[in-house]
């Protein structure tokens, strides 16, 4: 038995994030070790718990994942947990698909309970009904209490306790109009100065919740059986199969990881670790290219850092070598745009040189391209999510396309992903939780069938 709980809203924005970054720097000054988890397949928010807890956050995905997948890597990171806490997001209900992939969705699959953060700013009595129909919508979903957000005055929050207990949902507590608060952007990397913000608002935070939540009421009303029974009948294909590594060589897999490239799933490093060594280089600031056998060039924010990438030329040189030798890389979103032959950070602006191993330039707009991406490689089914704001001069794609990629629903997209010699890269941040990140390049032809490049790009190798 240990808490567990779901936190999630009626609806995007109400608070669920500042909520439980605070709830988790409490359980810390607590003496208590919290599992950070999040729904879905934002990696900021994931960063911000595992600064808040001290502890790698891990994504819970329904159209990533299996199931039974989702069920194993609970059970897996929680184990030496004293508490799990899963931030949700968008509403409750609002899934891929529905109710598919919704916060409900793992509430279920975890058999653990939701506590409900809600925005009371402008509301009171009448959010009474909306407690009431998020508590009785669907009864497997267990909603154990709610804390309010944004309250104004005591008043306030008298009409608020009021309908708590019309709608038979208790109040665990609530977090006053703190006008002055504000978490750092959302589009902007973890440096130095970001996480020392950070981490100032998070124990403001903390300070607020431990003043006016009843933390221990709602640690005993989410106390829970651990671990989560598998879904019946269980099958081993949640279960990694380790079998084909017996007498492999171990390899050695360098990861780019700094502020600029920070978008990474913690099950995808995880299930890396299992082929051999992890070594970390860093691309913003002059790293050189570590002795490896895999090289993974993960998302991030390359814009926000332009400037210093276009400096790192001896690392584009290390690269370039790496790859003409033969080397296995994948860059996936921000890494793809370090692998392009330029950045352009605005409209009109400067057009930063990068290490021009694929012929696009690539340029920021307002624009959000945004969704689950799905492809198969030679049969090797592969699904992730895509999220950026570039627009892409692409001359010559169709000579370095791999496979297309398609949305959830078909619809194929604009950018395919991309095969040069070794080299796989496109936009999507692939999950590789249940695929082997291997078989890509188990599934390359055995002909030669890499483009060379054009003969207009040639001067600028």
């Known amino acids: 038995m240990k808490p567990q709980l779901l936190i999630a809203s009626p609806i995007s924005g109400s608070g669920k994030t500042t909520f439980t970054l605070g709830l988790l720097r409490v359980l810390r000054r607590k003496g208590l070790r919290p599992q950070p988890f999040k729904c879905g397949a934002d990696c900021i928010d994931t960063q911000y718990h595992t600064l808040a807890a001290d502890c790698d956050s891990v994504n819970l995905d329904a159209w990533l994942a299996s199931d039974g997948h989702i069920q194993t890597i609970y059970n897996k990171y929680a184990e030496q947990a004293d508490v799990c806490v899963t931030e949700g997001t968008a509403g409750l209900f609002d899934g891929y698909n529905r109710l598919q992939g919704s916060n409900a969705h793992i509430a279920r699959l975890l058999k653990i309970p939701v506590v409900l953060v809600v925005n009371a700013r402008t509301t009171a009595y009448s959010v009474a009904p909306i407690l009431y129909g998020f508590k009785h ?8 209490g709610v804390v309010f957000n ?10 608020l306790q009021e309908a708590c207990a019309d709608a038979g949902v208790e109040c665990l507590g609530y977090l006053p109009v703190v006008d002055d608060f504000k978490l750092p952007p959302r589009h902007s990397g973890l440096v130095l100065s970001v996480r020392r913000t950070m981490n100032e608002q998070i124990d403001r935070i903390a300070s607020l919740i431990e003043k006016y939540v009843n933390v221990d009421k709602l640690l005993n009303l ?71 056998d895999l090289v993974y060039l993960p998302g991030g924010y390359p814009e926000l850092f ?4 276009y400096r790192r030329k001896r690392l584009f040189s290390q690269l370039r070598d790496y790859i003409e030798g033969g080397g296995k890389l994948l860059a996936e979103c921000g890494g793809m745009v370090l692998l392009s032959h330029s950045l352009t950070v605005r409209q009109e602006g400067t057009a930063y040189e990068m290490a021009n191993i694929f012929p696009f330039d690539f340029t920021m707009t307002t624009r959000t391209n945004a969704g689950y991406r799905q492809a198969e490689y030679h049969g090797l089914a592969l699904r992730g999510y895509e999220s950026h704001y570039t627009e892409t001069a692409n001359p010559d794609g169709n000579l370095f396309t791999a496979t297309p990629v398609y949305t959830m629903r078909g619809n194929s997209t604009s950018i395919p992903l991309f095969r040069y010699k070794n080299v796989f890269a496109g936009l ?16 390359v032809p055995t002909e030669t069938n890499s483009p060379a490049f054009p003969s207009f790009w040639q001067k600028n190798i």
């Open 306 to 309: 332009a400037r210093q990438l």
């Open 137 to 144: 919508f669907k009864n497997y979903v267990q909603v154990v």
């Open 428 to 443: 999507v941040r692939w999950y590789w939780g249940e695929t082997d990140m291997l078989d890509l390049w188990k599934k």
């Open 222 to 292: 989410c106390e829970r059986i651990f671990p989560c029974q598998h879904i019946l009948p269980y099958t081993s294909e949640s279960e990694p199969d380790v079998r084909h590594l017996v007498g492999r060589k171990k390899l050695q897999i360098a990861i780019a990881r700094d502020p600029a490239f920070c978008l990474l799933s913690q099950e995808n490093i995880d299930s890396l670790a299992q082929y051999g060594q992890i070594s970390y280089f860093s691309p913003l600031y002059g790293s050189d290219l570590p002795s490896a």
């Open 150 to 159: 944004q309250v104004a005055s005591p008043a306030h929050l008298t009409l």
